[in-house]
């Protein structure tokens, strides 16, 4: 079973940039479908990007299209969330989480079962 640590939150303004790393232990991370979420306060959890262990697949919510990048780095373990052009509405706690790779797309939280503790960004008008 994989485990996820991810770090690089913070508090920036807005049109700034700011990168998540997340950071996995365990032997099978380069089978894991891995992805980043959100949550702010009163609302869902939401997907705001995935990648596909072979990197050939990238997913973004339409919110985040052109602004946002995630990276992935099968020899290291990492998955990263580069965040440009930051908006108030990207505020919330981020969470890394993976899943075993079936060939299968979600959007879904329910269907990620590893997850990291979660990282806050805010971004301040």
């Known amino acids: 079973q994989v485990q996820l640590v991810e770090s690089g939150g913070g508090l920036v303004q807005a049109g700034d940039s700011l990168r998540l790393s997340c950071v996995a232990s365990?032997?099978?991370?380069?089978?894991?479908?891995m992805a980043w979420f959100r949550q702010a306060p009163g609302k869902d959890r939401e997907l705001v990007a995935r990648?596909?262990?072979?990197?050939?697949?990238?997913l973004y919510a339409d919110s985040v299209k052109g602004r946002f990048t995630i990276s992935r780095d099968n020899a290291k373990n990492t998955v990263d969330l580069q965040m440009s052009s930051l908006k108030p509405e990207d505020t919330g706690l981020y969470y890394c989480?993976?899943?075993?790779?079936?060939?299968?797309?979600?959007?879904?939280?329910?269907?990620?079962?590893?997850w990291g503790q979660g990282a806050q960004v805010t971004v301040s008008s």
């Open positions: 990648v596909n262990p072979s990197r050939s697949i990238t």
């Open positions: 365990g032997r099978t991370f380069s089978i894991y479908d």
């Open positions: 989480a993976g899943r075993q790779y079936d060939g299968a797309s979600y959007t879904n939280p329910g269907r990620y079962d590893v």
